[in-house]
């Protein structure tokens, strides 16, 4: 397996414009993880789904984030506006459920909001 | 909300042991992981402890769990340069499949 593929690697967008990141989980995990990683909050959880379904979002920052999972291979995160202060990176991970397993990530979208 | 709580900095001599220290708030956490991020790379597992366990040994990893304090440590023994790195805690509370991250410790090792 290819691991958790996470689109694009880097991305540099203005302020105010529309982001879109993107996930691919590993094929027959059924839990998907949205975080963000800065400097001065660590590893923050954004949004949990299982079985395509979002159980909890409470980590989404606003109404401007925004998270899909049309189908069991494929996730979203959208940003709309985008703002400076979004500038961080953002890793997807997934799993199978079995907690011994624990979680694969994947490499990660830094993205940076000028 | 649960709390990690991790050492920012290590700073070991190549061929030295590294310990890196976690404590944790949930005494009925389930699962306790430690992973390793490397420079613009995602975070991996390294290895586990189920919390009926005390030790886990791997390799040159080990792993001790003190539930009475819930202290977790990573042992790395002969600690080379490639080990330099991030490190994370991580808990699983009890009912949950959420996991709870430490801020990360990063192992500097020089020579």
């Known amino acids: 397996d290819a691991g958790v593929i996470q689109s694009p690697r880097h991305e540099v967008t203005e302020m105010g414009q529309e982001v879109t990141l993107r996930c691919k989980p590993i094929?027959?995990?059924?839990?998907l993880f949205w975080y963000r990683q800065t400097m001065m909050r660590g590893l923050e959880l954004l949004i949990y789904?299982?079985?395509?379904?979002?159980?909890?979002d409470s980590g989404m920052p606003e109404d401007r984030f925004s998270a899909k999972m049309p189908n069991a291979s494929f996730s979203t995160l959208k940003i709309q506006p985008s703002e400076p202060r979004d500038s961080a990176v953002y890793f997807c991970?997934?799993?199978?459920?079995?907690?011994?397993?624990?979680?694969?990530f994947g490499s990660g979208t830094r993205l940076t909001v000028v | 909300g649960e709390d990690v709580e991790q050492s920012l900095f290590l700073s070991v001599r190549e061929g030295d042991s590294s310990v890196i220290n976690c404590t944790y708030t949930d005494s009925s956490s389930t699962y306790l992981y430690w992973y390793k991020q490397e420079p613009g790379a995602g975070l991996q597992l390294l290895t586990y402890i189920f919390s009926n366990m005390d030790m886990k040994q791997d390799q040159r990893l080990t792993v001790l769990l003190n539930k009475k304090d819930k202290h977790l440590s990573l042992r790395i023994a002969d600690t080379q340069t490639g080990d330099s790195a991030i490190y994370f805690c991580?808990?699983?509370?009890?009912?949950?499949?959420?996991?709870?991250f430490g801020r990360g410790t990063s192992l500097i090792v020089h020579p």
């Open positions: 789904f299982n079985n395509n379904v979002p159980i909890d």
């Open positions: 991970a997934s799993s199978s459920g079995t907690l011994r397993d624990g979680y694969t």
């Open positions: 094929s027959g995990h059924n839990s």
């Open positions: 991580a808990e699983i509370p009890g009912g949950s499949y959420i996991p709870t």
